[in-house]
């Protein structure tokens, strides 16, 4: 059971002073999960849960153990793996379509995440030694 978390015969999902609610922190991830093709607006997100973008940004880590912005990332990174294996996309296109400015941008953060560029990325996934859900793995 966590502190804060009041005993009922169950274990009861409450936050701990600072962190958001177990409800919250789905709700936050899916609006971010929404918004995979842009950066994130951190004070347009924060917003929904009626506060300032310091004190969303500090309760999501609290809550999550890393900011929202790098969650975001994240997820935008592991899409952008999953779409390498459409090998009618350029890694220009996937860079558009993940909301990055360009493709040195996005293979900059993809390296950063995942250790690789996303061209190597794609060659091990044509050599047949990568699948969509490794992304997920490094992240």
């Given at each position: 059971m966590r502190r804060g978390a009041a005993w009922t015969g169950d274990v009861v999902a409450q936050p701990v002073r600072g962190e958001l609610a177990p409800m919250q922190i789905r709700l936050a991830q899916e609006l971010m999960a929404d918004q995979l093709h842009r950066a994130l607006n951190l004070p347009?997100?924060?917003a929904q849960f009626?506060?300032?973008?310091?004190?969303f940004r500090k309760a999501f880590l609290q809550s999550?153990?890393?900011t929202p912005q790098r969650w975001h990332l994240r997820r935008r990174i592991v899409r952008s793996a999953a779409l390498l294996h459409d090998d009618d996309l350029t890694l220009g296109e996937?860079?558009?379509?993940c909301g990055f400015a360009d493709?040195?941008?996005?293979t900059k953060a993809f390296r950063r995440i995942l250790g690789v560029t996303p061209g190597?990325?794609?060659?091990?996934?044509r050599m047949g030694?990568?699948?969509?859900?490794?992304?997920?793995k490094c992240s």
């Open positions: 347009e997100l924060a009626g506060m300032s973008p310091a004190g999550v153990g890393m996937i860079a558009g379509q493709r040195q941008h996005y190597y990325w794609r060659r091990r996934i030694t990568l699948r969509v859900g490794d992304a997920l």
